[in-house]
Nanobody, 123 residues
Framework: QVRLVESGGRLVQAGASLRLSCTAF????????MAWFREDPGKEREFIGA???????TRYGDSVKGRFTVSGDGASTVNLQMDSLKTEDTAMYYC?????????????????WGQGTQVIVSS
């Protein structure tokens, strides 16, 4: 069993930067891929980016390339650095973990999820 705990979400103004963190607890050795998704009410959960822990291999969704950076500590923490935030980045951000490599982009490929951390970007 794996438990994921996200932190860092808050209200910020457009153009600001924000860093989210997620730490996994439990049996994580067989789950090397850690990812971030986001979900806005009424929309599908969207893949943001992922990292393979220990190899620093990343993959990003098209909507955030160049503005968001995913990084891992090589073990059980993944960070999401968000720069040049826009109002449309407002969403609940979720951390997830998977045994699949290279990092998948589909929700169903991730076995465990955190509770989410809310990011609100005001204009």
């Amino acid at each position: 069993q794996v438990r994921l705990v996200e932190s860092g979400g808050r209200l910020v103004q457009a153009g600001a930067s924000l860093r989210l963190s997620c730490t996994a607890f439990g049996r994580t050795a067989a789950q090397p891929t850690m990812a971030w998704f986001r979900e806005d009410p009424g929309k599908e959960r969207e893949f943001i980016g992922a990292v393979i822990q220990g190899f620093n291999i990343t993959r990003y969704g098209d909507s955030v390339k160049g503005r968001f950076t995913v990084s891992g500590d090589g073990a059980s923490t993944v960070n999401l650095q968000m720069d040049s935030l826009k109002t449309e980045d407002t969403a609940m951000y979720y951390c997830a973990i998977s045994s699949i490599v290279p990092p998948p982009t589909m929700m169903g490929e991730y076995a465990y999820w955190g509770q989410g951390t809310q990011v609100i970007v005001s204009s």
